[in-house]
C-alpha cells in the first residue's frame, strides 16, 4: 500500500508510511478531538488539516470528529455546532457519524472498575490542598495517600455510591495507583474520576462523575478503532500515561500517540482561555470578530478557506517549536484572492468631482473585466456621469512628481473611463475641500491622449448618483506586540486602530453583495460583505490589505 502523493511528506507520513509497508497496520484511522469550550482558532486548523488531510491521502483511510467532552463546567452544545461548522467549511468530512466522549462513558465507568478491581485504582479521600502537598515537586517524589492501600471491596464500593450521587463534590475522587516517585507528576497516581454535579450537553443529569481526560482520550482512541492519535508537544509528557491506561485495561487496540509542535502565531493569541477572556471582557465582538484568531472570525473577515489549507501545508509539521510570521499567513491569503476575488470600485474617503465641461443630463455605461487576467468571469458595467466621488487622499493642490494621482492644474486617468484634469478646489469655511471641480477629454476613454502627451497615473471612483452607500471596517491584527500571550495585560498591548470605520461608496453593482463572497476593491485591498451587511445597510470588513503594511 503507497500513500498518494498529495500532501508534503513528514515524520508523521513516515510513520505512517512505515506502519502500512510492515503490516502493522492495513489502513489507519485518525481522529480530531475537540473539547467544546469554545471556539476553535488557527491553532487548531493545523491539527485539522493534519488529521483530515492523512485520511484524504491514503486509501481506505478514516478520520472521526470527535468531541471530548468531559467537563460539563465549560462545555456547550453551542460550540459544538461551531466546531462542526468550522470543520465542514475547510473543506473536510469526517467519517460516519460524530462522536462524544460522553458517548463511551459506560465503558469508561467499567474500565475504571476493572482497574479497582486490578488493584490499579482506588478512591482518595484528601481535598485539593492535600492532594497537591501529597503529590511533591519537580524535585523531590511525591508521598502515597493514606487511602491508596484501602480495600478493593470499599473502593468498589465508594465508586459505586459516587456513581450514585451520594457524595459531596471535592470529597472523594478516584485514581490510578501508578507511581508517587515518578519523574513524570502525570504518573504521580493520577486523578481519572471526579465527582462533578452539572447538567451534560449530551448526557443531560445522567451522571454526577466525570472522568479525566488523560483516562478518556486514551480509551475513546481505542474503542474507534484509531490507528494514530496525533497531538501537540505540550502532550508529550501525557503519553506515559496514555499508555499506562491501555496497558492497564482488557482492551484491545493501543493507537500510538505521536507528537507534533503547535501553531504559534506573531500577534496572535491562541489560548481558549484568554480568547474567552477577551470575548467576556468585550474587547472584542463575540469569537467570530474578524479581529480574532479564530476559523470563525477569520472566515467572517473573508479569509478564503483554500488560504488557510495553503498556509498549513506551507509551515509544515515538525517536532520543532517556532513562531511563524503573521505575514506568512496573509500572503497566502492574498495569493488566494488575487486568483479569485473579482475586481470592483469603492471609495472609502469620498470627496466630490463636479466634471464641469461633462453634459450634466447625460449618463454613461462604461465596461470594465471583472478580473485583469480571467476573461472567463466576464465582465461589469460602470455607470459615469459628471459627477463621482474620488478617495480623498487621490487628490493634493500640489505635489512632488513622486505623487502620481490628481493634482491641481494636472491630469490623471479614471480607472477604466477618462483622462481628467483639476481645474479647481470648492472649500468650506473651515478650509476643507468639498469639490473638486475638473474637465474631462471625451478621446481618452480607454486609451492615452491622442496629442501625445502622457498620462501615467490612474485612480479609482464611483459614480455620485449611482452609487450604493457602504460602511467599511477596517481590521489591522489585534496587537501590536508579537507575542501577546507574554503580556502580563492584554489590553495594554492592544492596537487601538484594529478597527477603523468609514462610511463611503461602492459600485452600484455590489448592491445585492452576498455575505462573505470576496472583492478586491482596486487599489483599496480585499473585501467581503459582512454578517451585519444588507440590501438596505451595505457592510464591508476588510480582509486584507494589497501588501503588507507592517513589512519593513
Known amino acids: 500500500m503507497t500513500q498518494v502523493e498529495t500532501g508534503p511528506s513528514n515524520f508523521i507520513r513516515n510513520i505512517i508510511d512505515d506502519d502500512l509497508k510492515t503490516g502493522k497496520h492495513q489502513s489507519i484511522h485518525t481522529r480530531f478531538p475537540p473539547e467544546p469550550n469554545g471556539y476553535l482558532h488557527i491553532g487548531h486548523a493545523k491539527s485539522i488539516c493534519l488529521n483530515f488531510g492523512l ?62 478491581e486490578n488493584e490499579k485504582a482506588y478512591v482518595c479521600e484528601l481535598n485539593a490542598e492535600q492532594t497537591r502537598e501529597y503529590r511533591g515537586t519537580l524535585t523531590s517524589p511525591g508521598k502515597d495517600s493514606p487511602f491508596r492501600n484501602r480495600p478493593i471491596a470499599e473502593s468498589l464500593d465508594l465508586f459505586a455510591r459516587m456513581r450514585a450521587g451520594e457524595f459531596e463534590e471535592g470529597s472523594m475522587m478516584l485514581r490510578a495507583k501508578i507511581d508517587m516517585a515518578s519523574p513524570n ?78 501553531l504559534n502565531l506573531q500577534y496572535t493569541l491562541t489560548s481558549k482561555r484568554k480568547l474567552n477572556a477577551l470575548v467576556v471582557d468585550k474587547i472584542v465582538d463575540g469569537w467570530d470578530d474578524p ?145 473638486i471641480h475638473c474637465s474631462y477629454d471625451p478621446e481618452t476613454l480607454g486609451k492615452n491622449p491622442s496629442d501625445g502627451r502622457k498620462v501615467k497615473g490612474v485612480i479609482h471612483w464611483v459614480d455620485a448618483t449611482n452609487n450604493k452607500p457602504a460602511e467599511f471596517r477596517i481590521y489591522d491584527r489585534l496587537f501590536l506586540t508579537e507575542n501577546p500571550g507574554a503580556a502580563e495585560n492584554v489590553e495594554e498591548v492592544l492596537n487601538p486602530e484594529s478597527l477603523i470605520v468609514r462610511h463611503g461608496f461602492v459600485e452600484l453593482g455590489l448592491a445585492d453583495a452576498v455575505v462573505n463572497d470576496a472583492h478586491q476593491f482596486e487599489r483599496e485591498g480585499y473585501f467581503c460583505a459582512d454578517n451585519d451587511s444588507n440590501t438596505e445597510h451595505l457592510v464591508f470588513n476588510r480582509t486584507v490589505a494589497l501588501r503588507d503594511s507592517w513589512a519593513g
Open 55 to 116: 485520511a484524504v491521502d491514503y486509501p481506505n483511510a478514516l478520520c472521526n470528529l470527535r468531541f471530548d467532552d468531559t467537563n460539563p463546567l465549560k462545555e456547550d452544545a453551542d460550540y459544538v455546532a461551531a466546531i462542526q461548522e468550522d470543520v465542514s467549511w475547510l473543506g473536510f468530512k469526517w467519517a460516519g457519524d460524530i462522536h462524544y466522549s460522553s458517548d463511551y462513558f459506560e465503558q469508561l465507568y467499567a474500565y475504571a472498575v476493572e482497574l479497582i
Open 291 to 435: 479581529r480574532m484568531p479564530t476559523i470563525s472570525g477569520m472566515r467572517r473577515r473573508g479569509y478564503p478557506a483554500a488560504a488557510i489549507r495553503d498556509f498549513c501545508q506551507r509551515i509544515g509539521i515538525t517536532k520543532q517549536e517556532n513562531t511563524v510570521e503573521l505575514a506568512s499567513l496573509e500572503a497566502c491569503v492574498r495569493e488566494d484572492l488575487e486568483a479569485n476575488a473579482p475586481r470592483a470600485m469603492a471609495v472609502i474617503d469620498p470627496v466630490k468631482v463636479i466634471i464641469t465641461n461633462y453634459d450634466e443630463h447625460k449618463t454613461e455605461q462604461l465596461t470594465a473585466p471583472m478580473h485583469p487576467k480571467d476573461e472567463s468571469m466576464g465582465t461589469r458595467t460602470l455607470p459615469f456621469s459628471g459627477q463621482i466621488y474620488i478617495d480623498r487622499a487621490d487628490f493634493r493642490e500640489s505635489a512632488n512628481k513622486k505623487y502620481k494621482r490628481l493634482v491641481l492644474g494636472k491630469e490623471v486617468r479614471l480607472r477604466n473611463a477618462y483622462v481628467i484634469k483639476a481645474d479647481e478646489v470648492i472649500k468650506d469655511t473651515e478650509g476643507n475641500i468639498t469639490e
Open 185 to 262: 507528576m502525570k504518573m504521580r497516581d493520577p486523578v481519572i474520576y471526579r465527582i462533578r454535579f452539572a447538567h451534560h450537553h449530551q448526557t443531560g443529569d445522567k451522571w454526577c462523575i466525570y472522568p479525566m481526560y488523560d483516562f478518556t482520550h486514551c480509551i475513546s482512541d481505542a474503542i474507534e478503532g484509531i490507528t494514530h492519535s496525533l497531538c501537540t508537544l505540550e502532550f508529550e509528557d501525557h503519553r506515559p500515561l496514555y499508555d499506562w491506561v491501555l496497558a492497564n485495561i482488557s482492551i484491545k487496540c493501543k493507537p500510538r500517540q505521536i507528537e507534533f509542535s503547535r
